[in-house]
C-alpha cells in the first residue's frame, strides 16, 4: 500500500513539474543577452538569489519569513479544524454563527494590516497573527462543509453503538472530514504566503517582503527579482510538503475512483 502511495504521490508531483519547468526554460531562453534594465536575464537574476542565499542575509529573511508562516498556519490549523468539527455537528450552533461567518469571509484580511501593525508593531508576533487570522476562514470553512458532507449513515452507525461524543468526534467525524480539511489547508497556504509578504512590506526590519522592498527601493532590479522568486520557490516547497502530507494521511481517499474525488472537491469552499 506504501509503494501505491508513493508512486501516486511522484506521478501528481511530475504532473505538476513539467509546466513550471517549461516555463523556466522558456524564460532562460527568453531573457538571454537582455539588456533591460527592469527585465535581466534569468542566469544573471539565479546568480544573484544564489550570491544572496551564501553570502548575504537573504537566509536570515527566508527563515524569520517561514517561521511566521509556519507558526500562523498552526494556530489557524488547530482552531480552524478544532472550530470546525463542533460547529459541523451542532446544527443549532452552525445557524447562530452563519451571518458571522459569511461577513468574516468577506472580509479581506489585507485591509487589517496597517490597522494591526500600527496598534501592534512591527515584531514576529503581529504578522504571525495575520497569517493565523487570514488562513483561519478556509480551514474552518471547509471543515464545516467537511463534517456536513459525511454520510449519515456513518452518524447513525456512531449513534447506535452509543460512542461518546468527543470520541465520535475524534475517531469518526475527523477523519470523514479530513479531505475537506486539506482542500481548505491549500486554500490558506496561498493565502498565508501573501499575507506573510504584505506584512513585511508594510512594516518590518526582516523577512523576504522587507527584502523585496528594500531592493526595489535602492533599484537593485537583480535582487528584487531574486527575492520574488525565492517566495515563490517557498510557496511552492510548502505545497509539495502539504500534499505529501495529504497522500501520507488520507492514503484510503486517494484510493478511491476519481469521479468520488471529483465530486468531493466541488464541495470546496474558497473565501471571498
Known amino acids: 500500500m506504501l509503494s501505491n502511495l508513493s ?8 504532473k505538476q513539474l513539467w509546466l513550471p519547468l517549461l516555463v523556466f526554460a522558456v524564460l532562460v531562453l527568453a531573457t538571454a543577452g537582455s539588456t533591460s534594465f527592469y527585465f535581466p536575464p534569468l542566469t544573471d537574476v539565479l546568480a544573484v538569489l544564489w550570491r544572496e542565499l551564501l553570502h548575504g542575509g537573504l537566509v536570515g529573511d527566508l527563515l524569520f519569513s517561514l517561521r511566521n508562516i509556519a507558526l500562523g498556519l498552526a494556530v489557524a490549523t488547530v482552531l480552524g479544524v478544532g472550530a470546525g468539527l463542533v460547529i459541523g455537528e451542532v446544527k443549532l450552533l452552525r445557524q447562530a454563527t452563519a451571518p458571522l461567518l ?3 469571509r468577506a472580509t479581506p484580511t489585507v485591509a487589517f494590516v496597517p490597522v494591526i501593525i500600527l496598534t501592534l508593531g512591527i515584531g514576529s508576533g503581529p504578522k504571525v497573527f495575520l497569517v493565523a487570522l487570514g488562513s483561519l476562514w478556509p480551514i474552518l470553512l471547509n471543515t464545516i ?5 459525511i ?26 472530514a479530513l479531505p475537506q480539511i486539506f ?14 509578504v504584505v506584512s513585511e512590506i508594510y512594516g518590518s526590519p526582516v523577512g523576504l517582503g522587507n527584502f523585496i ?19 515563490g520557490m517557498l510557496g511552492y516547497a510548502l505545497s509539495v510538503l502539504l500534499l505529501a502530507a495529504e497522500y501520507a494521511l488520507l492514503g484510503w481517499y486517494h484510493q478511491r475512483p476519481p469521479r468520488t474525488r471529483r465530486a468531493q472537491h466541488r464541495n470546496e469552499v474558497v473565501p471571498s
Open 213 to 231: 522592498l528594500e531592493s526595489g527601493s535602492n533599484f537593485a532590479v537583480a535582487e528584487t527579482w531574486a527575492g520574488t522568486i525565492l517566495i
Open 151 to 176: 454520510n449519515p449513515a456513518v452518524h447513525e452507525t456512531a449513534h447506535s453503538y452509543r460512542i461518546p461524543w468527543r470520541l465520535r468526534l475524534v475517531k469518526v467525524v475527523l477523519p470523514g
Open 183 to 196: 482542500a481548505g489547508l491549500r486554500i490558506a497556504l496561498s493565502i498565508a504566503v501573501v499575507l506573510m
Open 7 to 14: 508512486g501516486a504521490f511522484c506521478k501528481s508531483l511530475l
Open 102 to 104: 459569511d461577513f468574516a
Open 145 to 149: 462543509s467537511g463534517v456536513q458532507n
